[in-house]
C-alpha cells in the first residue's frame, strides 16, 4: 500500500486491493457461468473457485481478503440469477473463503508452497460440500445414506478444489518476479 | 404464449401478480416457503406443501419448461438418492423416504427460482443498497460491469495464445497435460490485465475523490440557465465555490450544508 493511498474498506483494503479482489470475483463468477452451461460433474466449480480465492490471497496478503471475494461472489450470484439455492449461497462461497482466510492467519506463507495450496484448497472444497449435507441433515435424511453422499461429493470437490490450487504457487512467485504484486520488501500493492 | 427461458433462474417479464410483489416480501415468503420445507415430515404435509410452492411458482406465470429448466439438476439428484435408499433399505422401505427427501430439496429451492425469475436486477440492486453499505455495493457492481469487458479479454488473450501455439482448445483442456497452458498462457496474462484494470480504476475513483467521505456522494452538476449552456466557451458564468463543493456531496450533507 502506498503511504498516500486511503483505506477504503473494512479498515483493511485500499481501493486498488478492494477492486483487484471484486475482479477475482468476477473471474469465479465468469468460470461457473462457463462450467455449468457444459459440464455436469460433482465439484467441478471448485477447481477455479479454489483457484482465484488462493490468487486472490497471494495478491492481498492481507486477512479478510478471500472473505470479501466470498462475500462479493455471493451477492453477485444473487443478482446475477445463480443463485437459485437462496440464502445457502453465502454459506457455499463464505465457508471456503473463511477456511483459507485461517490458513492464511495462521501460516501466513503457505501461497508459495504447492502441497500447503493443494491441501487448504482441497479442505476449503471439502467444506463447502458440507454445505448441502446441512440442508439433507436439517430436512431428515437417513444417516448411512447422508454419510456415504457426504463422503462421495466431498472427496469429489476435494479433489477439484486440490487440483485448481496446484497452479496458484508458481503464478504468484510470476507476479512477484515481475514487480506486480507485494513482495514482501519494496510494497508495491 | 407464454414465453420460456433459455437458462435456470432467468428473469421473465410478465405480469403477475408475483412479480408486482415487492422483492422483500419474495424473500419472506421464500424464507418461510423454504422453512417448510425442510420441517415437512408426513406425506399429507408433503403434498400440501407441494401444491402451494407449485401454485407459487404458477401464479408467476411461469411455464412447466421453465420448471423443468429450474429443477432438472435436483431431479438428477433425486435419482441418485432414491437409488442410495433403495440400495441401503430395499425397494419397498426405501423409496418413500428417498422421493421424500428428494422433495424436500426441490421444494426448498423453487422459492429461490421464483425470486430470481420475477425480480429484476435494477431492483435487487435496491434492496442490496439498504442492506449493504455502499462501498460493499459498488464492489459487488463493479465486478458485475467488468464481466463483458474481461470476457472480451479472455477472448484476445485465448486468440493470441493460441496464434502462439498454445493449447487452449476446448478439446485439447480435456487432456489434463495441457492444463498448464490454461494457466500460465491465459490465466496469468488475465490476472496481470486485471492487476492493471484495478489500477486505473482506482486512480480514476480517487481522482474524483471517490470513498473520501463516510457517505455515499452523488455527482449532482446543477442546472443553469439556456443563455450559460450556449454561451461560447470562456464566457461561461462559473458554478460558485459552495455550489461545486455541494456536487461532491450526498443528500444528507447538502441538506446540512443549506
Same mark, same amino acid.
Given at each position: 500500500?502506498?503511504?498516500?493511498?486511503?483505506?477504503?474498506?473494512?479498515?483493511?483494503? !485500499?481501493?486498488?486491493?478492494?477492486?483487484?479482489?471484486?475482479?477475482?470475483? !468476477?473471474?469465479?463468477?465468469? !468460470?461457473?457461468?462457463?462450467?455449468?452451461?457444459h459440464l455436469h460433474l460433482p465439484g467441478h466449480v471448485m477447481?477455479? !473457485?479454489?483457484?482465484?480465492?488462493?490468487?486472490a490471497r497471494g495478491c492481498v496478503p492481507k486477512i479478510g481478503a478471500v472473505t470479501l471475494v466470498g462475500l462479493i461472489v455471493s451477492l453477485a450470484s444473487i443478482l446475477l440469477g445463480m443463485g437459485s439455492k437462496g440464502p445457502v449461497v453465502f454459506v457455499k462461497f463464505?465457508?471456503?473463503?473463511?477456511?483459507?482466510?485461517?490458513?492464511?492467519?495462521?501460516?501466513?506463507?503457505?501461497?508459495?508452497?504447492?502441497?500447503?495450496?493443494?491441501?487448504?484448497?482441497?479442505?476449503?472444497?471439502?467444506? @463447502?460440500?458440507?454445505?448441502d449435507t446441512g440442508l439433507e441433515w436439517l430436512s431428515g435424511m437417513e444417516e448411512e445414506v447422508l454419510l456415504r453422499k457426504t463422503v462421495v461429493t466431498a472427496c469429489?470437490?476435494?479433489?477439484?478444489?486440490?487440483?485448481?490450487?496446484?497452479?496458484?504457487?508458481?503464478?504468484? @512467485?510470476?507476479? @512477484?518476479?515481475?514487480?506486480?504484486?507485494?513482495?514482501?520488501?519494496?510494497?508495491?500493492w | 404464449m407464454l414465453r420460456s427461458s433459455d437458462y435456470a433462474c432467468q428473469y421473465m417479464t410478465h405480469d403477475s401478480p408475483v412479480h408486482r410483489l415487492g422483492a422483500?416480501?419474495?424473500?419472506?415468503?421464500?424464507?418461510?416457503?423454504?422453512?417448510?420445507?425442510?420441517?415437512?415430515?408426513?406425506?399429507?404435509?408433503?403434498?400440501?406443501?407441494?401444491?402451494?410452492?407449485?401454485? *407459487?411458482?404458477?401464479?408467476?406465470?411461469?411455464?412447466?419448461?421453465?420448471?423443468?429448466?429450474?429443477?432438472?439438476?435436483?431431479?438428477?439428484?433425486a435419482v441418485l438418492i432414491t437409488t442410495l435408499y433403495c440400495l441401503l433399505n430395499?425397494?419397498?422401505?426405501?423409496?418413500?423416504?428417498?422421493?421424500?427427501?428428494?422433495?424436500?430439496?426441490?421444494?426448498? *429451492?423453487?422459492?429461490?427460482?421464483?425470486?430470481?425469475?420475477?425480480t429484476r436486477t435494477g431492483d435487487m440492486m435496491r434492496?442490496?443498497?439498504?442492506?449493504?453499505?455502499?462501498?460493499?455495493?459498488?464492489?459487488?457492481?463493479?465486478?458485475?460491469?467488468?464481466?463483458?469487458?474481461?470476457?472480451?479479454?479472455?477472448?484476445?488473450?485465448?486468440?493470441?495464445q493460441r496464434l502462439r501455439g498454445a493449447r487452449l482448445l476446448p478439446r485439447q483442456l480435456i487432456d489434463p497435460r495441457n492444463w498448464g497452458d490454461l494457466f500460465h498462457c491465459l490465466l496469468l496474462p488475465?490476472?496481470?490485465?486485471?492487476?492493471?484494470?484495478?489500477?486505473?480504476?482506482?486512480?480514476?475513483?480517487?481522482?474524483?475523490?471517490f470513498g473520501t467521505r463516510k457517505q455515499r456522494t452523488f455527482i449532482n452538476i446543477p442546472r443553469r440557465d439556456e443563455s450559460a449552456i450556449t454561451a461560447p466557451e470562456g464566457q461561461r458564468p462559473a458554478c460558485p465555490a459552495e455550489v461545486r463543493s455541494c456536487c461532491r456531496l450526498g443528500p444528507e450533507a447538502r441538506k446540512g450544508l443549506s
Amino acid at each position: 500500500m502506498n503511504s498516500h493511498e486511503q483505506v477504503f474498506l473494512w479498515n483493511r483494503f !485500499t481501493l486498488r486491493e478492494a477492486l483487484l479482489l471484486g475482479f477475482c470475483a !468476477t473471474f469465479i463468477i465468469l !468460470t461457473r457461468a462457463g462450467l455449468r452451461l457444459h459440464l455436469h460433474l460433482p465439484g467441478h466449480v471448485m477447481f477455479f !473457485t479454489m483457484f482465484f480465492y488462493l490468487l486472490a490471497r497471494g495478491c492481498v496478503p492481507k486477512i479478510g481478503a478471500v472473505t470479501l471475494v466470498g462475500l462479493i461472489v455471493s451477492l453477485a450470484s444473487i443478482l446475477l440469477g445463480m443463485g437459485s439455492k437462496g440464502p445457502v449461497v453465502f454459506v457455499k462461497f463464505l465457508l471456503p473463503a473463511l477456511l483459507v482466510d485461517l490458513a492464511g492467519a495462521l501460516f501466513p506463507s503457505f501461497i508459495s508452497s504447492m502441497v500447503a495450496c493443494a491441501l487448504v484448497g482441497a479442505l476449503a472444497a471439502a467444506l @463447502r460440500s458440507l454445505s448441502d449435507t446441512g440442508l439433507e441433515w436439517l430436512s431428515g435424511m437417513e444417516e448411512e445414506v447422508l454419510l456415504r453422499k457426504t463422503v462421495v461429493t466431498a472427496c469429489l470437490f476435494a479433489l477439484y478444489g486440490g487440483f485448481g490450487s496446484l497452479a496458484v504457487p508458481s503464478i504468484i @512467485r510470476r507476479l @512477484r518476479k515481475n514487480g506486480l504484486i507485494y513482495r514482501g520488501s519494496d510494497r508495491k500493492w | 404464449m407464454l414465453r420460456s427461458s433459455d437458462y435456470a433462474c432467468q428473469y421473465m417479464t410478465h405480469d403477475s401478480p408475483v412479480h408486482r410483489l415487492g422483492a422483500g416480501w419474495k424473500i419472506a415468503i421464500g424464507t418461510l416457503l423454504s422453512t417448510l420445507a425442510v420441517g415437512v415430515r408426513t406425506p399429507a404435509e408433503l403434498l400440501t406443501l407441494v401444491v402451494v410452492a407449485l401454485g *407459487y411458482y404458477f401464479m408467476a406465470r411461469l411455464t412447466l419448461f421453465d420448471l423443468w429448466r429450474d429443477a432438472r439438476f435436483f431431479v438428477l439428484q433425486a435419482v441418485l438418492i432414491t437409488t442410495l435408499y433403495c440400495l441401503l433399505n430395499g425397494l419397498s422401505k426405501g423409496f418413500w423416504p428417498g422421493v421424500r427427501q428428494s422433495v424436500q430439496i426441490i421444494l426448498f *429451492y423453487i422459492p429461490g427460482a421464483v425470486l430470481l425469475r420475477t425480480t429484476r436486477t435494477g431492483d435487487m440492486m435496491r434492496g442490496l443498497r439498504r442492506v449493504v453499505s455502499y462501498r460493499l455495493s459498488f464492489l459487488v457492481f463493479v465486478s458485475i460491469r467488468f464481466v463483458p469487458f474481461f470476457l472480451r479479454e479472455l477472448d484476445e488473450i485465448m486468440a493470441a495464445q493460441r496464434l502462439r501455439g498454445a493449447r487452449l482448445l476446448p478439446r485439447q483442456l480435456i487432456d489434463p497435460r495441457n492444463w498448464g497452458d490454461l494457466f500460465h498462457c491465459l490465466l496469468l496474462p488475465l490476472m496481470v490485465r486485471a492487476l492493471k484494470t484495478a489500477d486505473d480504476v482506482s486512480l480514476s475513483a480517487e481522482a474524483r475523490e471517490f470513498g473520501t467521505r463516510k457517505q455515499r456522494t452523488f455527482i449532482n452538476i446543477p442546472r443553469r440557465d439556456e443563455s450559460a449552456i450556449t454561451a461560447p466557451e470562456g464566457q461561461r458564468p462559473a458554478c460558485p465555490a459552495e455550489v461545486r463543493s455541494c456536487c461532491r456531496l450526498g443528500p444528507e450533507a447538502r441538506k446540512g450544508l443549506s
